[in-house]
């Protein structure tokens, strides 16, 4: 891609930013649209409609952008969870990395390159070059200046790993911290247990109390049988219950114990909340769950093979010599200079970030299928298959694209995958640095201008007579936009040496996405449950295989560049930052999956003190309901915040 093209490309995301910063600054103000713009706000009896006429309301402004900002960290936890904080602190991760990069990239990698004789480029005509020109490609072989690329690997790579360490122990603390604050919740005194063995002429709830309370007498208080409705048979039990305990060290030790001989009866998980309950899968069979988890691997590949249709349509319309020889017809039209620069540079990712729109809900459907019991186990799968699909798809498959030869030798010859990265991932640097305009920038404006939202309103209003009164409040899709943000991580931390002039956009899309994100978070996005956090484990892992694949394709870069010292020097480093990871793991890990028995015990003393907890275990009897076989309530806006993620996401 020339550097004219890229321009285009920037413009014209720019034009339609500024479109919609502009248009939702205005539409936010009038009356009818406070559902479409802030749900939350209007279900929490929190903003109120005035039909007075003011000419504010007419004129675009910024204010917008200090109510987003002024909130505390603290008033986001109490107000959207610690899912919502850990979300927030992404962002801000992502700005210290890229800033320090930026910095570095810039003022010292950027001159660098440019300053190379290897492209023999034409200063005189530099708008109509590529622009390899300010990638490490430009620097001359055997260069002594490559030391300086290389020094800089190794104090960037220092940097994440110590702002890794940092994000990691202060979620960490908020995680326990938040624990020690909570009130008593249904799930921490409870689990489930599955493949109860009943006798012939018993019940399961039966089984459940004889078992229970003669090998966990002093801990057990109560059980809950699941029930789930058959056209055929009515209401039927199924093997399993909720299983509540009077302190939730009693229910942790049950938890993490083997409780029968034969490892697949009294088969025991912690109990999510009861909202965040998935209840279809309860019904399914064992050999049922174990064919859904083989079917979802096989469309899981099969839908990772398909994408590589839209990836080589992309890859065609970069390369105008080969989008000719596709459409001859269209030879006349491509010769405009407009028009190519459109076609090479904005048009690709737009149409890649079409397609891939389209993959989060199905990721949903396939984590649904694999027998998980709740939205947000569902819900981090979705997250984890979404992150690697977008990894293998948006860029190994579009910087292999271009040679089948490439593919087969990184299966054939492994050893060959430093070399070939370090030959085709500088040459995808703008293509790349496109898509972060076009998917980053202008997804963002989209993001807060709700226009499908705001569609879908302006229609019921004025065909279906209905006022707005009665809405849905949505939650955030941490499954499609965490594995956004990451892979945008990715492309930052990759070309952080090879290709310096992608981060200062990165840097622009972290800026807006933090104050777009926390203005939906405040105003739109109500949370229907919590993880605790559990979310950040994904960005650690991420980040680290994004240092990892940067430091392969810079031992290649360097062998390439004929500097072989320095490619043998780099070696040391992915060794270096998979101890540092392993070292994560065993310091912070434990912390994500269980509480320790400290927490638990010091918490179930404060209940003691407690004069609500006589109450709350009453209540602990009748908190795991399937939502089927309860009585249908009709209620307003509110009563809807519940609503099934699965049906959301799928709708």
């Not at 030879?331 to 970030?353: A, C, D, N, W």
């Not at 939205?375 to 979404?386: D, G, H, L, V, Y």
Request: charged share 15%; with cysteine.
């Amino acid at each position: 891609m020339i550097l004219s093209a890229l321009l285009t490309s920037v413009g014209i995301n720019l034009g339609l930013c500024f479109l919609f910063f502009t248009l939702y600054s205005i539409l936010r103000k009038q009356p009818g649209n406070f559902h479409v713009y802030a749900p939350r706000l209007v279900a929490e009896g929190k903003s109120q409609r005035t039909n007075h006429f003011n000419l504010d309301r007419l004129l675009p402004s910024a204010g917008w952008v200090t109510r987003a900002w002024q909130p505390s960290e603290e008033d986001l936890l109490s107000t959207s969870g610690l899912d919502a904080v850990v979300f927030m602190r992404i962002f801000i991760f992502s700005l210290r990395v890229f800033t320090f990069a930026g910095i570095i990239g810039v003022f010292i990698l950027l001159p660098i390159n440019y300053l190379g004789n290897q492209l023999s480029i034409d200063f005189s005509d530099l708008p109509n070059k590529s622009l390899d020109s300010f990638s490490i490609s430009n620097v001359d072989n055997g260069s002594n200046r490559l030391w300086i690329h290389f020094s800089a690997a190794y104090v960037f790579t220092g940097v994440v790993c110590y702002l890794l360490y940092f994000e990691y122990s202060y979620i960490s603390s908020k995680r326990i911290a938040c624990f020690y604050s909570s009130k008593p919740q249904p799930h921490q005194f409870t689990i489930l247990v599955s493949g109860i063995p009943v006798s012939s002429g018993s019940r399961v709830g039966e089984s459940v109390e004889s078992f229970f309370t003669k090998y966990h007498p002093s801990t057990y208080l109560s059980h809950t049988v699941v029930r789930r409705t058959n056209k055929l048979q009515g209401v039927i039990e199924v093997r399993a219950a909720f299983v509540s305990f009077k302190s939730r060290f009693g229910a942790t030790i049950a938890l993490h114990i083997q409780q029968g001989i034969d490892p697949t009866e009294w088969v025991t998980e912690r109990a999510p909340e009861p909202q965040d309950v998935y209840w279809p899968f309860f019904s399914a069979s064992f050999l049922k769950r174990w064919i859904c988890k083989l079917v979802v691997v096989v469309a899981y590949i099969l839908l990772t093979v398909s994408f590589l249709i839209p990836v080589v349509i992309v890859q065609g319309l970069t390369h105008l010599d080969q989008l000719e020889v596709w459409f001859p017809f269209l030879r006349g039209v491509l010769t405009i200079t407009f028009v190519s620069q459109v076609i090479t540079g904005y048009l690709p990712s737009l149409i890649l970030q079409l397609f891939l729109s389209l993959v989060p809900p199905i990721m949903i459907i396939f984590s649904s299928m694999q027998g998980y019991i709740s939205f947000s186990k569902i819900q981090k799968s979705a997250c984890t298959k979404m992150l690697w699909f977008t990894i293998w798809n948006i860029f190994f498959a579009n910087v292999l694209s271009g040679s089948v030869l490439y593919q087969v030798n990184i299966i054939l010859e492994p050893k060959e995958i430093p070399k070939i990265l370090a030959e085709v991932v500088p040459a995808q640097a703008s293509f790349f640095i496109a898509y972060v305009v076009t998917s980053g920038w202008t997804s963002l404006s989209s993001e807060i201008f709700r226009m499908f939202p705001l569609i879908c309103s302006f229609v019921k209003q004025h065909f279906t007579g209905n006022d707005g009164e009665e809405f849905q409040v949505p939650s955030i899709s941490y499954h499609k936009e965490i594995p956004t943000i990451l892979f945008f991580g990715l492309l930052g931390v990759t070309y952080f040496f090879l290709a310096p002039l992608i981060l200062p956009f990165l840097l622009v899309y972290f800026c807006l996405a933090y104050i777009v994100y926390r203005n939906q978070l405040l105003n739109v996005f109500a949370p229907k449950y919590e993880t605790g956090g559990k979310f950040w484990p994904i960005v650690h892992n991420s980040t680290i295989f994004s240092l990892v694949l940067m430091h392969i394709i810079a031992i290649g870069i360097f062998g390439l560049k004929k500097l072989p010292l320095a490619s043998s020097l780099t070696i040391p480093l992915p060794v270096l930052t998979l101890l540092f990871n392993e070292f994560c793991r065993k310091r912070f890990l434990p912390i994500f999956r269980d509480y320790s028995a400290e927490c638990l015990i010091n918490k179930d003393r404060e209940d003691q003190r407690d004069p609500t907890m006589v109450e709350f275990r009453d209540k602990l009897v009748t908190a795991y309901q399937d939502p089927a076989l309860k009585p249908i309530q009709y209620s307003g806006s509110i009563g809807r915040l519940k609503s099934p993620l699965l049906h959301s996401a799928v709708a």
